[in-house]
């Protein structure tokens, strides 16, 4: 498997309150993404980035925001948690585009805001 | 704006047979076209993918078309057997970066 760990695996939060998601990866790939999983909808992209400090928004990225100050990680911020945002969240890291390059995902963050 | 989309959200058949997941796309501009298998409480996983200027290609009992005059895109699972049940998934990505995935469809393969 990929070096990729999303932290935490698992978390509860209030309305209201501040979340970060971290992404990790031991693969040194310049491309990493943030996407949400919901029943009906897929995997919609919520950030990504293209390398350090390089971020880009996704299709879903109103009330997100992300950092990237070093390869290895990038992190996802809730600014302020509402219960549409109860989601698991996915992240990946690739390392470059292009035909037979392919994603790899960590497993998984399941966020509950209540 | 650009969207991935599935035809079918479930399918369902009988092992041995072959499956085929279509998907469509609307951005003629994508590069590549991936198809991504989720079994359950895993993140996706890479099965195969596609360059824009192909129109088929053929892995390990896993084939995949691309129609860009139609903008569809599907995957043909020979022989399937009951490890392929998972949700699949195309996906689309661009000189940009940008990884964008269609709605999935269920794959159960009756026993």
């Known amino acids: 498997d990929a070096g990729i760990t999303q932290s935490p695996r698992h978390k509860v939060t209030e309305t209201g309150t501040p979340v970060t998601l971290r992404c990790h990866q031991t693969?040194?790939?310049?491309?990493m993404y943030w996407y949400r999983q919901d029943p009906g909808h897929g995997l919609r992209l919520i950030h990504y980035?293209?390398?350090?400090?390089?971020?880009d928004k996704g299709e879903v990225s109103d009330g997100y925001s992300v950092s990237r100050s070093k390869t290895e990680d990038f992190l996802l911020t809730l600014e302020s948690a509402t219960s549409s945002q109860t989601s698991v969240y996915f992240c990946?890291?690739?390392?470059?585009?292009?035909?037979?390059?392919?994603?790899?995902f960590g497993q998984g963050t399941r966020l509950t805001v209540v | 704006g650009e969207s991935v989309g599935l035809h079918l959200p479930t399918l369902s058949v009988q092992e041995g047979d072959n499956s085929i997941i279509n998907c469509a796309y609307s951005n003629s501009a994508s590069d590549y076209f991936i198809w991504y298998k989720q079994e359950s409480g895993k993140g996706p996983q890479f099965i195969i993918d596609i360059r824009s200027n192909m129109d088929k290609r053929q892995g390990q009992r896993v084939t995949v078309l691309l129609n860009k005059t139609v903008k569809h895109l599907s995957l043909q699972i020979a022989a399937t057997q009951p490890g392929d049940s998972a949700v699949y998934f195309c996906a689309e990505t661009h000189n940009t970066g940008k990884l964008i995935f269609g709605q999935g469809t269920t794959l159960q393969v009756k026993p």
């Open positions: 980035s293209y390398g350090v400090k390089d971020t």
């Open positions: 990946a890291i690739s390392e470059s585009q292009g035909q037979g390059t392919e994603a790899f």
């Open positions: 693969e040194n790939h310049r491309y």
